[in-house]
Nanobody, 119 residues
Framework: QVQLVESGGGLVQVGGSLRLSCVFS????????MGWYRQAPGKQRELVAT???????NYADSMKGRFIISRDNAKNTVYLQMNSLKPEDTAVYLC?????????????WGQGTQVTVSS
């Protein structure tokens, strides 16, 4: 059973930084594309960034240049470094693991970690 456990959220002032972590267990981490998504109150869940097993990254336009996604395959962990935070970055940040096996795509989600940016 795949499990994803996020940590690192909290309250930060405008312009500050936070580093989120997501620890993966229950399967072979190296097979998964990992990602971070976020959901603010009353809004749809949106992509923040993804990273493939080979290390290729993809970012939502509003996060480019401010957020950095990375992974440590030895620690089964994916990170999200968030810099220059803005009030509109306030949301629950969710870790995602995606794998395609026998043409079937499976997605797994963590419980989320709250990030609040105060002005």
């Amino acid at each position: 059973q795949v499990q994803l456990v996020e940590s690192g959220g909290g309250l930060v002032q405008v312009g500050g930084s936070l580093r989120l972590s997501c620890v993966f267990s229950g399967s072979s981490f190296r097979l998964f594309t990992m990602g971070w998504y976020r959901q603010a109150p009353g809004k749809q869940r949106e992509l923040v960034a993804t990273i493939t097993s080979g290390g290729s990254t993809n970012y939502a336009d509003s996060m480019k240049g401010r957020f950095i996604i990375s992974r440590d395959n030895a620690k089964n962990t994916v990170y999200l470094q968030m810099n220059s935070l803005k009030p509109e970055d306030t949301a629950v940040y969710l870790c995602n693991g995606r794998v395609t096996l026998f043409e079937n795509e499976r997605n797994y989600w963590g419980q989320g970690t709250q990030v609040t940016v105060s002005s």
